[in-house]
Each structure stands twice: as structure tokens, then as C-alpha cells.
């Protein structure tokens, strides 16, 4: 077991190895990790209280192999992966949503919501004094038993496990029975402050716990393992339920309980965000929350500096070569973890090569790994893939998230650059950016590219791309046709090349933002349409199609993909796709030949086995694809020349939602003139599409995100508007993702967002509660104040959804993918909207603040158990106190 930092608080590794306990507890458990560190790339939070879940890191490890201390995060973040909690019978209690909730209403609006976050609270600090209790309980028959000849603990066990829960009893005991009557008398004079202040002056009881935590659960272990009598107490400790629930009690485990005011420390200090963000700045409350606030971060802080010093930062790998014809950054998977290594392709030898640990001042290094002479060095055949390597790939939804929280850090970075003596903060967030971009690209990669010695030894990297794979392996393959001599490089002959490549390295960063200057263009954010024509200089006929990839964190995705052109030696397809940009700079276009030979087919799911006939690619001028007429170009390709077409639609631009003139139609027409004509609670575009992607698309990988073809996207678009009898032919026979990508553009073209202008201010401050029980409460009475053509169409997008994610494993697509895709179409404000804020900031800082509160939006509905349309006016709420 490992050792206790100086204040009592565990190492990242200690959690796995004490807790082969119940997976409920293991849970709650992970939310230590996200209290004692800070930024940890990979982490996935939620916000209750019972539902914290890390994503488990590979073994506390920085990307140099350094163990990380543990880190308190003071600040708040963005809004949490959301989930939904129940009540301890698992059903949800449903009490009455508070009236008067709607957007608009300036500080009557305000205070609403500092009413909602306030009942959440209350009603989860009802539920904290009962797990208190439930701990108390058996303290005192021990104690009464510890003096007798048979006692259950010893005096000194008792006061080790129990150690000041007595005390954080009484100060939340007396807390709640203060903040109750201001809760049942509320008004607009109603302070609360007072007793926050109060509640953060007392702090120092939870930093005594804090240092004796791990040594009272190390105890209680101890102590169950030798007396099988208070085994059967620690795990079966009933906690009285909230006093509307049907249960009146559920069994918990005392190691579960023991973690509970661990977890209270940081919820206290969100729920303070929270009020401040609602507190009018003339309120008495405003200077005593602030107060209370700075008393807790304080406290947080307190502990972050003394752990601070014996930090190890994170290295990042860097190189060169003596005669390099190529290095760069690759993931390898080694003892199946992910490692970023620099690798350099020298004349006669492959190295591979991570940057090496020095102490401060000293000049960096690398270290060697391996190398592999290139006359010895083999690539995987097909046939030779019997027992291929195991690659565990992150879900989707994990990428996503990642990629969010650096969003929200960019957003962060711009706002703390204009703030005076902001620039301390700006370094703290760039290096915690630059953690989480790493680890994206860490993870991200799952295209194998296998190489072998010819003494059997195997060695695998994993890249984002089959652009790159065939690049590596094109580059070996040329060196490996001159006369080359296998070599054998003695220690200091090795060491010697090891440290040229520090000097002599073409690729010094790893491509991150963090590591750009500041001037350096920050890629194009919105939609490139591209146009691929056609492709000439094949010399057989074959069966050929081209991808489209894009550059997206430091790494290329696969956007789009033409139809096969069959037995051709000049393919012509002249088919249009909208590829959406995220900060890219550049576009790929890789030629195939399809491989119908299925016995050619590799065992591992992710190798590509269709033949890459040529590849190129273009940079993305900003000055060049941002005009509004069409940039025709041809990429040359190992003697095969491709020609397109392609230009760019800023995001700002892209979802200008306008009333179409044609009122007879249904794209650019307001729902609920739809529905009324048609008679319908669902539009009938919506409902036909949804039915043909559940029918033949929803195992199809990237439904809903790789593109369509624009032309058929627009034809389906004028037999909608048109009202053809012909459109359920047309859609049996349309390329499904053209289908899904005119459900999107029904949804983009609407006059106004699905969930309404109106009540989109609302949505944006709902889903910033850091509180789950007023997110709960906030969010479900929006959804009650939509039209119900909106909601009627909403729940049935929402469930369809859903469906689509169960098939996962399959089309790759998670509800955070979804999320991704459909949170800014349904939730972009009209432009009438817009531009009540274009005097706050720019069109552009717009979109990349609100794209990732809409994406929240959606994922939240998305992670919530079914949503009855019914139930919801009935005025009833799915909502839990048990937080």
C-alpha cells in the first residue's frame, strides 16, 4: 500500500488496491481522485454526490512514465458529463416544479434561480446529515462495548475511524436548521450569506478529516478483516431516506459513508459559484457569498500549495536524426498502454525514442527505447495477423468530452488575456491544455502499423490515419531498396545517435495548440464544402473511391467518402460533401482500390485493407477558401491526379436560420405551422427519415457524422418542400447518409431552434447549475415551457437517438457523438437573437462559447432516463433528492 503524502491525502494508485470492494463504493471512491488532483487528462465527472466516475488513467502515470502527485481543483469547471440520480428504491421522487421560471426577468430571474440552486442544496444536505447519522450510530454501542471484557474496537479504533464526524454533524445539523425557514419564506429580501460564511469559516474540522482519511479507512479495514461482528456492521449501515421518498431507509457500506465529507468540501464550493452567479451585485448577500467563497477556495488552495513543490510535471518527447528522412510523434502500445513516442527514421535504422527525465536546468535528452536496423526490419502480412495485438479503444464519447473541456480552456485562455493581471492564470490553464490535448492525441489513434525484426520481436503503434501509415511505410520501403547492411550499434554508439536527436529534429512540439505561438493561425472553424469531380493516370481499371480527411487536435479524421466507381480507369463522381471544421488547416484526399476479396480481409476490425492508390494534400488558406465563390484545384497523386472543388462557410454564418417564403413547404417554415397543416404532432419529414435511419442506417458507421452527398441532400430537400408522391421511393433508394443529413438540415433551416429562441438564455444558465438537484429541476421545467410541437418533436429525436447509440459497438456513434452533432442545430439561437449580443463580443467567440453549452444541452436530455410527454404536463418532474 502506498504511503500518505505529509497531510494524510493517498496517491492516485492507492485507490485501485484498497477498493476490491462492491462496485457502488469503487464509484464513489473515484471522486477522491478528481478532489486530490487537478486536470488530469482523461477525467469524467458528475456532480452528484453518489455518481462521481473517473475514467481510471493508466496507473497515475504522466505521459513520461512519472507518477503524479494528487491535486485539489479549486475552480469550477464547465458543466459535467450529466446523469440522472435516484432514489434509493430506484425510482425517481417527483416533487412540484417551482413556478414563475422563464427566461427573461432580469433580477426576479436571478433570484429564481438562486431559489433553485439553494432547494437543490438543502435537499441534498438533508440527505449528507442522514449519512452522518447513519455513521454516528453504531460509534456509541462501540464505545459502550470498547470498556467492557468483550469489546468490538478498541477506544483508540473508535476514535481513529469516527474521527471528527461528530463534529461536521453538528455545524451541518445547525446549517440546515438556519437555511430551511429562508427557503420556506422566500422572497427577493431573503439573505442566506450569513450562514455560508459561516458554514466556510469551519473548514478547518474538514482538513483534520481530510489528513486522517485514509488512516480511518485503512483502520475500518483492518478491523472488519479481524472481527467478523463489525464486518457486519461497516457493511450494513442504514441511512434514513429524504422525507418524501417511499424507502425510509437503504443499506450503505461505512467505507461509502467515510468518502461522503470529502466529496461535501467541493460541492459546497460549486454551489457558491452558483449562488454568486445568481446574486444580484446590490444584494446584501452578494459580499458575504463572496466571502464564503474566497474562505473555501482559500482552504482548497491551502492544500494545493504544499502538494504543489513535489509535483512532476508532464515531458513531452522531442526529436531529430543524423541523417533523418523522417521523424515524428506515434503512439505505441506497450504492455498494453499507450505511450506518445518521438520515432526518427534514420538512413539504415528505425528509432523509437521518449524524452528522458533531468533535473532542473540540465539540457533534455532522449532515451532510447529500441531501434530496428532496416535490413532487418519486416512489415505484417496479411496472412501472418493470426494472434494480432488486443487494442483497446476509448468510446467516442470519451474523445468528445476531451475535446470540449479544451474548448472550454481555449474560451478561458482569450478571457483571461484581456483581464489585467490575468497572465498568471493563462499559464496554469495552457499548461492543463496542453495535458489534455496530449492526452487526446494519446488516445485517439486506433489504424495499427505493425513492424517486425527478423529475430521475431514485434512492435505496434497506433496512428490517427492511413494517410500516415502508408507514409511511414512508403519511406521505409524506398529506404529498403538500397544495399543496406544490418548493424549492431554498441552502448555508447547508441547513446551518441540518442543524443543527436534532440539537436537534429525536424518535429519539435507535439502538435498541440498549447505549443503554437500565439500569431500562428488557429485553423478554420465551420464548413468546408468540397466537390470531388474526378481522378485521371490509372493505368488498370479498377473499383475506385476517395476519402476526405481533415485535421482536427493535433490529428486527422475521416469526414467523407465517395461511392465506389466500378471497373474504371477515370472515375467521375462529381458528388459534394460538408465536412465541418475544428480548427483545421489542412485537407487530405487518399485514392482506393476496393478489396471485395473477403479472405484478404485482416482479423483486426480497425486494418484497412483496400489498396491506397494516392494520396495528397492541400493547405487550408483561410484568405483563399473564405470567399463565396468556388476554388477549383487538382491534387497529384503518385501519377493519379484527383480534381475538386471547395469553399468555406464560417460557423457564424453557417446556421443563419431565416423564414423561407415558400410557406407551403417545410424546410425554413416554423413548426408549428408544419404540424397544424399536416395535422400531425411530429412533422412528417422528421418522421420518415427517423423511420428509413432505424430501418437501414443505424448500424452504418458515422451515421448522423459523416457526410452525405449534397446534391442528393438537396434533392430530398425540394421532394420535402414539394410534397412529391414519389419521396418514399426516393428515400428508400437515397444513400442513407444523405438521408441523415437531411433530417440535420431540416432541423438547421428552421426559422428558429427546435428548443426556441426564447427560452435559450435559460437553457445556457440551467445547464451551468453545478448543482444536480437545481439542474434536475431547472432543466425538466424548461422542457415542460416548450410548445408542444417542439416537445413532441424533441422527445421523439431524443429517443431515436438513443437507439441509434445502443448500436455503438457498431456505427461508432455514442450519444456524446450525437450530442456533438445535433446540441448546436436544435439549440443555435436565430439570428434576430444573435445580435442582441454582437455588442458583447465577436460572431465567432459567440459559437465557440455556445456550441459547447448547447452540446451540454443535448447530452443532458440524452443521459436522462425516458422523458414522458404526458408526465410533463402533468407538471410532474423526474427528479431525485438522493445526491
Avoid at 474540522?205 to 482519511?213: G, M, Q, T
Wanted: charged share 25%; glycine share 4%.
Amino acid at each position: 500500500m502506498e504511503p500518505l503524502s505529509a497531510h494524510g491525502l493517498p496517491r492516485l494508485s492507492w485507490i485501485d488496491t484498497l477498493y476490491s470492494i462492491p462496485r457502488y463504493c469503487k464509484q464513489l471512491l473515484s471522486a477522491v481522485v478528481w478532489l486530490l488532483r487537478r486536470g488530469k487528462p482523461g477525467e469524467n465527472f458528475n456532480y452528484n454526490t453518489d455518481g462521481y466516475e473517473g475514467d481510471g488513467a493508466e496507473d497515475g502515470k504522466s505521459q513520461d512514465g512519472s507518477e503524479t502527485l494528487p491535486y485539489i481543483d479549486e475552480s469550477p469547471t464547465m458543466s459535467p458529463q450529466l446523469c440522472v440520480p435516484q432514489g434509493p428504491d430506484g425510482e425517481t421522487v417527483s416533487p412540484t416544479p417551482p413556478e414563475g421560471l422563464l427566461p427573461g426577468g432580469g433580477i426576479e430571474k436571478g433570484l429564481e434561480m438562486k431559489k433553485l440552486v439553494l432547494s437543490g442544496f438543502l435537499a441534498s444536505e438533508e440527505i449528507y446529515i442522514n449519512q452522518l447519522e447513519a455513521l454516528l450510530l453504531p460509534m456509541r454501542p462501540l464505545k459502550a462495548t470498547a470498556t467492557t471484557s468483550q469489546p468490538v474496537l478498541t477506544i483508540q479504533q473508535i476514535k481513529t475511524i469516527f474521527y471528527k464526524i461528530q463534529d461536521i454533524f453538528e455545524i451541518h445539523k445547525e446549517f440546515y436548521d438556519a437555511l430551511l425557514p429562508n427557503i420556506q419564506q422566500w422572497d427577493e429580501k431573503v439573505t442566506v450569506g450569513h450562514l455560508f460564511q459561516k458554514l466556510a469559516s469551519q473548514l478547518g474540522v474538514y482538513k483534520a478529516f481530510v489528513d486522517n482519511y485514509k488512516v480511518a479507512l485503512e483502520t475500518a479495514e483492518k478491523c472488519s478483516q479481524a472481527n467478523s461482528q463489525f464486518q457486519k456492521i461497516s457493511e450494513n449501515l442504514k441511512v434514513k431516506g429524504p422525507k418524501d421518498s417511499k424507502d425510509c431507509t437503504t443499506t450503505i457500506s461505512m467505507e461509502a459513508l467515510l468518502y461522503k465529507p470529502i466529496d461535501r468540501v467541493t460541492r459546497s464550493t460549486l454551489v457558491l459559484h452558483d449562488l454568486l452567479k445568481h446574486t444580484p451585485k446590490d444584494h446584501p448577500d452578494f459580499p458575504l457569498l463572496q466571502d464564503a467563497l474566497r474562505i473555501s477556495q482559500n482552504f482548497l488552495s491551502s492544500i494545493n500549495e504544499e502538494i504543489d513543490p513535489r509535483r512532476t510535471a508532464v515531458t513531452t518527447p522531442k526529436g531529430e536524426a543524423r541523417q533523418l528522412v523522417k521523424d515524428g510523434f506515434l503512439v505505441e502500445v506497450s504492455e498494453s498502454s499507450r505511450k506518445l513516442r518521438h520515432v526518427f527514421l534514420f538512413t539504415d535504422l528505425l528509432l523509437c525514442a521518449k524524452m528522458k527525465k533531468t533535473s532542473v536546468g540540465r539540457h533534455q535528452q532522449y532515451e532510447c527505447k529500441w531501434y530496428i536496423p532496416l535490413a532487418d526490419l519486416t512489415f505484417q502480412t496479411l496472412d501472418d495477423s493470426d494472434s494480432p495485438t488486443s487494442i483497446q479503444v476509448l468510446p467516442e464519447h470519451e474523445l468528445e468530452e476531451m475535446k470540449i473541456k479544451i474548448s472550454v480552456l481555449k474560451n478561458e485562455i482569450q478571457k483571461e488575456k484581456k483581464a489585467p493581471k490575468g497572465q498568471s492564470r493563462v499559464e496554469r490553464l495552457r499548461k492543463k491544455m496542453n495535458e489534455q490535448e496530449s492526452w487526446l492525441l494519446t488516445h485517439s489513434p486506433t489504424i495499427p502499423f505493425r513492424i517486425h525484426n527478423k529475430h521475431g520481436k514485434s512492435y505496434l503503434f497506433l496512428l490517427s490515419s492511413d494517410y500516415e501509415r502508408a507514409e511511414w511505410r512508403e519511406s521505409i520501403q524506398k529506404l529498403q531498396k538500397k544495399d543496406l547492411q544490418a548493424c549492431v550499434l554498441s552502448s555508447v554508439e547508441l547513446q551518441v545517435l540518442t543524443s543527436s536527436c534532440f539537436k537534429l529534429r525536424t518535429v519539435h512540439n507535439i502538435p498541440v495548440t498549447s505549443n503554437k505561438d500565439d500569431e500562428e493561425t488557429p485553423g478554420l472553424y465551420g464548413f468546408l464544402h468540397v466537390i470531388v469531380h474526378s481522378a485521371k493516370g490509372f493505368k488498370e481499371s479498377a473499383n475506385l473511391y476517395c476519402t476526405l480527411e481533415v485535421d482536427s487536435y493535433g490529428y486527422f479524421v475521416s469526414k467523407a467518402k465517395t461511392r465506389v466507381f466500378r471497373d474504371t480507369t477515370e472515375p467521375q463522381w462529381n458528388e459534394e460533401f460538408e465536412i465541418e471544421l475544428e480548427g483545421s488547416q489542412q485537407l487530405r484526399i487518399l485514392c482506393y482500390e476496393t478489396c471485395y476479396d473477403k479472405s484478404m480481409l485482416n482479423k483486426d476490425d480497425n486494418e484497412i485493407v483496400d489498396k491506397i492508390m494516392g494520396k495528397g494534400q492541400v493547405q487550408l488558406d483561410p484568405q483563399t477558401v473564405q470567399s463565396k465563390n468556388w476554388h477549383m484545384d487538382v491534387i497529384e497523386m503518385n501519377g493519379i491526379k484527383v480534381e475538386f472543388s471547395m469553399k468555406f462557410t464560417s460557423r457564424d454564418l453557417s446556421l443563419k436560420r431565416t423564414l423561407s417564403k415558400k410557406q407551403s413547404g417545410v424546410f425554413g417554415v416554423k413548426i408549428n405551422v408544419v404540424t397544424k397543416r399536416e395535422r400531425s404532432k411530429v412533422p412528417y419529414i422528421v418522421r420518415q427519415c427517423i423511420e428509413e435511419v432505424e430501418k437501414r442506417g443505424i448500424d452504418e458507421v458515422g451515421i448522423y457524422r459523416i457526410s452525405g452527398v449534397a446534391t442528393d441532400i438537396q434533392a430530398l430537400k425540394a421532394s420535402f418542400d414539394t410534397n412529391t408522391k414519389d419521396i418514399l421511393m426516393m428515400l428508400s433508394d437515397m444513400d442513407i447518409n444523405a438521408i441523415a443529413g437531411t433530417l440535420k438540415l431540416y432541423f438547421r433551416e428552421l426559422p428558429e431552434p427546435l428548443l426556441t429562441d426564447r427560452l435559450h438564455p435559460a437553457f445556457m444558465e440551467g445547464i451551468a447549475l453545478s448543482d444536480p438537484a437545481a439542474k434536475e429541476n431547472c432543466m425538466m421545467h424548461l422542457l415542460r415551457s416548450l410548445p408542444d410541437p417542439n416537445l413532441m418533436t424533441f422527445l421523439t429525436l431524443l429517443e431515436h437517438l438513443k437507439r441509434v447509440a445502443e448500436k455503438e459497438p457498431v456505427n461508432k456513434m455514442s450519444l456524446h457523438n450525437l450530442g456533438t452533432v445535433f446540441g448546436p442545430t436544435l439549440l443555435r439561437p436565430s439570428e434576430a437573437e444573435i445580435a442582441k449580443t454582437q455588442h458583447i463580443t465577436s460572431a465567432s467567440d459567440i459559437w465557440s462559447h455556445d456550441v459547447m453549452a448547447q452540446v451540454q444541452v443535448l447530452l443532458y436530455y440524452l443521459q436522462h432516463p425516458p422523458i414522458s410527454f404526458a408526465e410533463l404536463k402533468r407538471n410532474t418532474l423526474y427528479f431525485s433528492t438522493d445526491l
